[in-house]
């Protein structure tokens, strides 16, 4: 169990690390992290979360559902945000999306997200579920630079879902996107683990000791494709009026992976790049 001086001095940490960040190459402002997910998930709760932890506030910047209906994907725009270290943009952004749906004629289209992965949908398209943009879309870009790409794919699972929808389509999604030809470094955000374990409910540290957490995991990893080492669980800002060292310590610890494995994707296209000119 993390004693409270461990965890400020872990939080100290990461949050040193990620202030201290340089992107492999200095003439890439920052490097896109693109955000999908389920809907009532918490992706734009996440988003807005991680600007909590470096603001020191709660944040909500990304506009979150607060009826009680999340039937129905709130999100409805290609949105880029900022994460700044007091006002000066750190050198990544996140970039949230229309959310996943079962219904195949509802929620974000699969080739909609290939688009944004390869930098081709322009800031603010508004998705449409029944088709995917098109070159003679206004908000379509028809050359994208590395600027422009995503260099890490974000999914946002609900832990208290898992087990419920795991025959759900949501996965079938999940994984169809995976099939995407993108040589990009693909993670899961396992948000609402209080949800799913009591222990945890009761005090968050209980995350790193929890059986039925652990068991989320593996179930999560099973049912998307992606590795258990790359399923962080975290639990995002949602009715807190002050940010919490416990969660931000979460929080960070995703988030640094996150960056470090975009920062290396996008070495890989920059060497892709110098090797074909």
Request: glycine content about 4%; aromatic content about 8%.
């Amino acid at each position: 169990m993390y004693t409270t001086l461990f965890l400020n001095r872990e939080k100290d940490h990461l949050e040193k690390t990620l202030k201290d960040f340089g992107l492999c190459d200095p003439n890439i402002k920052y490097a896109r992290i693109l955000v999908v997910g389920e809907i009532g998930a918490g992706k734009s709760s996440f988003i807005n979360s991680v600007n909590s932890v470096f603001q020191r506030r709660i944040t909500n910047e990304a506009l979150v559902n607060k009826t009680t209906d999340t039937s129905k994907t709130f999100t409805k725009l290609y949105k880029t945000y900022y994460i700044r270290n007091g006002q000066s943009p750190m050198p990544f952004v996140l970039t949230d999306t229309m959310g996943l749906e079962s219904d195949n004629l509802h929620g974000i289209h699969p080739e909609d997200i290939e688009k944004a992965m390869e930098g081709y949908i322009k800031e603010r398209y508004k998705f449409n579920p029944e088709s995917p943009i098109t070159s003679q879309n206004n908000s379509y870009r028809s050359n994208s630079s590395l600027q422009d790409q995503a260099y890490c794919l974000v999914f946002v699972i609900a832990a208290d879902k898992i087990s419920v929808a795991a025959d759900d389509n949501i996965y079938k999604k999940v994984k169809n996107i995976k099939k995407i030809p993108q040589e990009i470094p693909q993670v899961v955000i396992l948000t609402r683990p209080d949800e799913a374990c009591p222990l945890v409910k009761k005090n968050i540290r209980n995350v790193y000791t929890s059986k039925k957490i652990k068991e989320k995991l593996e179930e999560c990893s099973a049912n998307t494709g992606i590795s258990v080492s790359h399923v962080f669980p975290v639990k995002c800002y949602h009715e807190e009026i002050d940010t919490q060292d416990d969660m931000d310590v979460l929080i960070l610890r995703a988030f640094k992976h996150i960056v470090q494995m975009a920062n290396d994707a996008l070495r890989l296209k920059c060497n892709e790049k110098e090797n074909s000119e």
